[in-house]
């Protein structure tokens, strides 16, 4: 229950920003596919991962929709915290006060399935995801269409605080990802955000409620407050230490 049914032999690494990755990933002897939206990073990005023969990175703001005109904003962390939506600027400055907008560029969505059929991709040995999207998964993954079908893993950003308008919520994003065929391995809760992991697998009607409800619980304590709180007191990290104790794992 707590693995991939195949081994993983590379990734789909979407919001790749300069490919800080990219050597982790080659001692594991994995294919990379980058895709990177800001035109500025991608360069460096170009030129960051040219000494590993099997990754290449791609220029492309992913979305469900082809040939949308945005606003993509660009983040004065080296990139780090741009995203397509808009920065929630009062909670974001309350978060990472030393975190800002700096300017916006003017791009085109693509939607992954064409994109990567129009490049030629061979997706073959493929069978990761990682998202770090800055509050935009959904339309991200929604945009690989039936690809999705072809992975075994999905490694995602959370966000549990709106810290952009329009974020993606924990639990559609898991609800669109059961809908896929995929199940739940970790859930990270923490504020403002965390990761989640999905692997391929069935999911039961009770595990599925479970995930639901977990899910959503979580989501409305984060946004009354309570999950701030329950982070402060050690009361999540406890429950996390007990559940791995009567699981038999490390923490």
């Known amino acids: 229950m707590g693995r991939c049914e195949r081994s993983i032999d590379g990734v789909l690494h979407i919001g790749a920003n300069s490919g800080q990755e990219a050597g982790y990933y080659s001692k594991l002897g994995l294919k990379v596919i980058w895709i990177e939206a800001d035109p500025d990073l991608f360069q460096t990005l170009e030129s960051n991962i040219a000494a590993y023969c099997r990754q290449t990175a791609y ?34 400055s309350k ?58 893993a999905i490694i995602s950003e ?5 810290m952009y308008r329009d974020v993606t919520k924990p639990h559609e994003l898991e609800s669109f990802l059961v809908r896929h065929g995929f199940r739940r391995l970790w859930l990270g809760v923490s504020w403002p955000q965390a990761t989640g992991v999905w692997v391929r697998g069935k999911t039961s009607k009770l595990r599925h409620l479970y995930m639901f409800l977990s899910a959503r619980l979580c989501f409305m304590a984060a946004r009354c407050g309570l999950l701030k709180l329950l982070l402060r007191s050690g009361i999540l990290e406890l429950g996390r230490r007990t559940y791995y104790t009567i699981k038999g794992r490390s923490v």
């Open 158 to 162: 959370l966000n549990w605080a709106p």
């Open 95 to 152: 978060e990472w006060p030393t975190i800002s907008e700096v300017r916006s560029v003017r791009l085109q969505t693509c939607r992954l399935d064409n994109f990567l059929e129009q490049h030629r991709c061979n997706l073959n040995d493929v069978n990761l995801i990682v998202a770090d999207v800055q509050g935009y998964e959904l339309p991200v993954l929604r945009g690989l269409g039936s690809l999705i079908n072809g992975f075994e």
């Open 59 to 92: 220029l492309c703001l992913a979305s469900d929709v082809d040939g949308q005109e945005v606003d993509f904003h660009i983040a004065s962390n080296d990139g780090g915290s741009s995203s397509v939506l808009k920065i929630d600027a009062p909670l974001f």
